[in-house]
Nanobody, 120 residues
Framework: QVQLVESGGGLVQAGGSLRLSCAASGSIFSINNMGWYRQAPGRQRELVAAITIGGTTNYTESVKGRFSISRDNAKNTVYLQMNSLKPEDTAVYYC??????????????WGQGTQVTVSP
């Protein structure tokens, strides 16, 4: 059984910063790509940022220069540093990871989501 547990969401004023964390636990053999998605009310879930096992990153255009994704492979954890936050960044943020367990092939896993609210 694999779990992704997110933390770090909350309420912040525009221009502020938040750091999200997502820790994977369970019978993990390896973790491939990891990423963060978000879903605002009435909108589809979208990819915010992703990082490969080798550290290659990519970002959606609207967060480039403001958000930074990183990972600690020893801790099976991915982070999202969010700076210069804007009200349009308000959404539920979900952690995503492609994980191979000790007993099965690679599957995609999701966290439970953490709310990020940016006030004007």
């Amino acid at each position: 059984q694999v779990q992704l547990v997110e933390s770090g969401g909350g309420l912040v004023q525009a221009g502020g910063s938040l750091r999200l964390s997502c820790a994977a636990s369970g019978s993990i053999f390896s973790i491939n790509n990891m990423g963060w998605y978000r879903q605002a009310p009435g909108r589809q879930r979208e990819l915010v940022a992703a990082i490969t096992i080798g550290g290659t990153t990519n970002y959606t255009e609207s967060v480039k220069g403001r958000f930074s994704i990183s990972r600690d492979n020893a801790k099976n954890t991915v982070y999202l540093q969010m700076n210069s936050l804007k009200p349009e960044d308000t959404a539920v943020y979900y952690c995503n990871a492609n994980i191979r367990t000790k007993f099965s092939r690679e599957y995609e896993y999701w966290g439970q989501g953490t709310q990020v609210t940016v006030s004007p």
